[in-house]
C-alpha cells in the first residue's frame, strides 16, 4: 500500500490567473481533458485560495484502481469519508463527474478515465522531482541516459558496465543503441543525457570529450589467399569483394574514407546492416570486410575467419563522448570517460 496518498502536498498543481486571456478556468495540466471538461460543464470561477493537491490526485487514482471507495482509502490509509470528501471536492473543482457510484462497484466515467490517466502522469512526474533533486546532491545516484551507436554498444558495454559497477555502483546505464543522427536528435531534445559516437560529430551546443581511438583491420575467410599475409594496404582492397555496412552507419563511411580507391557502390546483398552479420557473412565466403580492433579481441575469434593489420599507417577512428552544454551531472559523465581507458581493450588514448 502507498503510505504517499496520506501526504499533504506542500505545493499544488496550476490555475490560470484573474485576468488572463483564460481566467475563470482550470487548467490542471491534464492535456485534451481541458476541452472535454469545459464541453460538459461550465466552471465556476475559482477562488483566489483554491488549488489542486497532488494529494487529490492520488485518491482518485486509488479508487480508479481499487473501484471501490473503501479499499481505495486502506490504500492510502485514510478513512472513508476523508477520501470520499477529497475525490468529492476534485469533481467539483474540475465540473466533472468521475466516478459514478453505484451499490457494488465504482465506474470511471469516460471523462473521468482522461482524469485518472493524466492523474497517474501527473503523479509519475511528481515522484521524479526527488530523483532530479537526488541527482543534483550526488550525480553518481541515478540512472544515466546513454546513448551508442551501434559499432561500439556491443564490444565496449560489457567491460564499461561492469567497471562502473564498482566505481559508481549507484549510477546504472539506461542504455539506447541508435544511429549517430537520431543520437544526435535525442540528446539535444533531453531524451538522452549523453551519447558515445565516433568522429567526425559537431552540432551546436554539445559538448564532446575524447574517449579512445581504435585501429581497423582486415578479416578474411580462413582459405581466402590473404590469410597467411601479415598486414594488407589500403588499396589493395579494391580488387576484392568489400562487405559493408548500410548507409547511414558512421562506420561504413569511415572504412570508405580510408580506402579512397574503392568507389564503387557494393552489388546486392554486399551490405549489412551489423558488424556481427558482416563477420558472418564474410565467413561464408561472400567477400572480405573492416572490424574495429574492439570488433576482434580473442573473445570474437572465428577459425574460419582471419583478421589481418593493415599495413602502416593503419586507419583508425576516434570514440568521443557528447553532451550538452551545462549538463548538471558533469561528475557522471567524469566518472564514465574516466573508466575507458583503462577497460582490456585494444584501444589507445584520443
Known amino acids: ?63 480508479a484502481t481499487e473501484r471501490h471507495f473503501g479499499r481505495a482509502a486502506e490504500r492510502c490509509f485514510v478513512s472513508q469519508p476523508s477520501l470520499s470528501a477529497a475525490v468529492k471536492n476534485l469533481e467539483d473543482e474540475l465540473g466533472v463527474l468521475i466516478f459514478e457510484r453505484g451499490k457494488g462497484e465504482v465506474l470511471v466515467t469516460p471523462i473521468g478515465e482522461e482524469v ?59 542504455i539506447e543503441e541508435n544511429l549517430t543522427a537520431n543520437l544526435d536528435v535525442m540528446l539535444r531534445s533531453g531524451t538522452i543525457d549523453a551519447a558515445i559516437v565516433a568522429l567526425p560529430y559537431d552540432a551546436p551546443g554539445v559538448a564532446v570529450t575524447p574517449l579512445y581511438s581504435e585501429s581497423f583491420r582486415v578479416i578474411v575467410p580462413a ?53 556481427e552479420t558482416i563477420r558472418n557473412m564474410v565467413t561464408s565466403g561472400m567477400g572480405i570486410s573492416v572490424l574495429p580492433a574492439t570488433a576482434l579481441t580473442p573473445k570474437y575469434a572465428m577459425p574460419l575467419v582471419k583478421a589481418i593489420d593493415f599495413a602502416p599507417p593503419a586507419p583508425s577512428r576516434r570514440i568521443v563522448l557528447a553532451s550538452r552544454d551545462g549538463f548538471p551531472r558533469g561528475a557522471a559523465l567524469e566518472a564514465l570517460a574516466a573508466v575507458i581507458p583503462r577497460l582490456a581493450l585494444p584501444i589507445e588514448p584520443a
Open 1 to 63: 500500500m502507498d503510505r504517499e496518498c496520506a501526504r499533504p502536498l506542500a505545493e499544488s498543481v496550476v490555475r490560470t490567473l484573474p485576468g488572463s486571456p483564460r481566467a475563470g478556468q482550470y487548467f490542471v495540466r491534464i492535456g485534451a481533458i481541458g476541452k472535454s471538461y469545459r464541453d460538459s460543464s461550465p466552471l465556476r470561477s475559482p477562488s483566489p485560495g483554491s488549488r489542486l493537491t497532488l494529494t487529490e490526485l492520488k485518491y482518485v487514482v486509488a479508487v
Open 116 to 174: 485518472v490517466a493524466q492523474a497517474r502522469r501527473a503523479l509519475d512526474e511528481a515522484a521524479r522531482v526527488k530523483t532530479v533533486a537526488l541527482q543534483g546532491r550526488n550525480p553518481l545516484e541515478g540512472p544515466l541516459k546513454l546513448g551508442i551507436i551501434h559499432t561500439v554498444a556491443p564490444y565496449l558495454l560489457p567491460e564499461l558496465v561492469a567497471a562502473l559497477l564498482r566505481s559508481a555502483p549507484r549510477m546504472p546505464l539506461d
Open 223 to 275: 582459405k581466402h589467399r590473404w590469410a597467411r599475409r601479415h598486414t594488407v594496404r589500403p588499396d589493395e582492397l579494391a580488387t576484392e569483394n568489400l562487405m559493408l555496412l548500410n548507409v547511414g552507419h558512421c562506420f561504413r563511411d569511415q572504412v570508405l574514407d580510408a580506402c579512397h580507391e574503392f568507389s564503387r557502390p557494393p552489388a546486392q546483398g554486399k551490405e549489412g546492416n551489423s558488424l
